[in-house]
């Protein structure tokens, strides 16, 4: 079946500098993404969100870019910061009637920030 | 804010138990999911409940059941506990026109 991958699985990144969170996905018909931050031991927290009729959309510190021709989706942090540090997993919703609300998730990335 | 809240954040069990996990919100969702999420394998969707009394299997359904009598309540339970139950579950619920879904903090859960 398709499912939403990550390229990743671990990111180290110095405080301060730009994070790139990748995630493949392969049902071109999925519509609607979104990202999660996951700290140590507490529930999926939501970042953001994007529509297939996007490319871009930011956020507080936060961009997801959505490019639909290569099925890829990223999440830019800018400026990292040890608070950053979190699994991060996209997730990604097929509309498919009765269940329009499920969302399929990746594994995650987990991100340190070092200071 | 959407709060979504877990009865317990541990939990342990022993082999054959009836274990039941609470989950409560109070943004009037009327979607609710149970997940549970394994290291390796992400989230995987259990059951979820569109309005009271409805509920849906997920992908991995097979031991678990589900109650919902309320719609700020969604109950998973676990009929005859086992040792491959032993991971994180978590709550989430959802505007049933949004695909945002809200997450609660989890319980971790310890078959023994």
């Known amino acids: 079946g398709e499912s939403v991958g990550l390229h990743l699985p671990t990111l180290s990144v110095q405080e301060g500098d730009n994070s790139i969170i990748n995630c493949a996905y392969s049902?071109?018909?999925?519509?609607?993404f979104i990202w999660y931050k996951q700290e140590s031991g507490k529930g999926p927290q939501f970042i953001i969100d994007?529509?297939?009729?996007?490319d871009k959309r930011q956020g507080q510190r936060v961009t997801v870019l959505l490019n639909k021709t290569v099925k890829h989706l990223s999440l830019q942090i800018a400026a990292t910061q040890p608070g950053d540090s979190a699994v991060y997993f996209c997730a990604e919703n097929i509309e498919s009637g009765g269940s329009n609300y499920k969302l399929t998730f990746g594994k995650g990335t987990l991100l340190t920030v070092n200071p | 804010d959407v709060k979504v809240t877990q009865s317990s954040r541990y939990l342990v069990k022993r082999t054959g138990e009836k274990v039941f996990l609470e989950c409560v919100q109070d943004m009037d969702h009327e979607n609710m999911f149970w997940y549970r999420q394994d290291p390796g394998l992400g989230l995987r969707l259990i059951y979820f409940?569109?309005?009271?009394?409805?509920?849906e299997k997920g992908d991995i359904p097979e031991g678990y059941s589900v109650s919902r009598e309320k719609k700020e309540r969604f109950s998973l339970i676990l009929e005859s506990a086992s040792t491959n139950q032993t991971s994180m579950y978590l709550c989430a619920s959802s505007l049933p026109d949004s695909d945002t879904q809200y997450f609660g903090p989890g319980t971790r859960l310890t078959v023994l």
């Open positions: 994007i529509r297939s009729n996007m």
């Open positions: 409940s569109y309005d009271v009394k409805m509920k």
């Open positions: 049902n071109s018909a999925s519509d609607y």
